[in-house]
């Protein structure tokens, strides 16, 4: 198969515009990334001392919970997914069902 030069651009100009498609939808269009900037957004809202009750009705579920930590700060962490190419993650810590620290990726 002979390819001349001219149809040969086209089919790499094609593959790169399809895949520049590809990235742009993957870090602002997909699911995950619209999930990631809501997220950042609602964070904002939460204050230390909101009841745990009114953080989910802010952020709504968790995507992961970590439960029975011996820590100094909280028995519970909600952790939730952050946008594209954030830092670290949005974190909440809670004890007796109260927020005691927000780690967001600011």
Excluded: C, H
């Amino acid at each position: 198969m002979n390819f001349s030069k001219k149809s040969l651009l086209v089919i790499l100009f094609v593959l790169a515009l399809l895949s520049v498609t590809v990235i742009l939808w993957k870090v602002s269009l997909s699911p995950l990334a619209i999930e990631g900037r809501e997220n950042e957004r609602n964070a904002k809202k939460i204050e230390i001392g909101f009841s745990k009750n009114e953080l989910i009705s802010i952020m709504g579920r968790p995507n992961k919970i970590l439960t029975n930590l011996n820590s100094e700060i909280s028995d519970t962490i909600y952790f939730y997914r952050p946008g594209f190419a954030a830092a670290s993650g949005i974190d909440f810590y809670i004890e007796n069902d109260t927020v005691v620290f927000i780690g967001l990726n600011e």
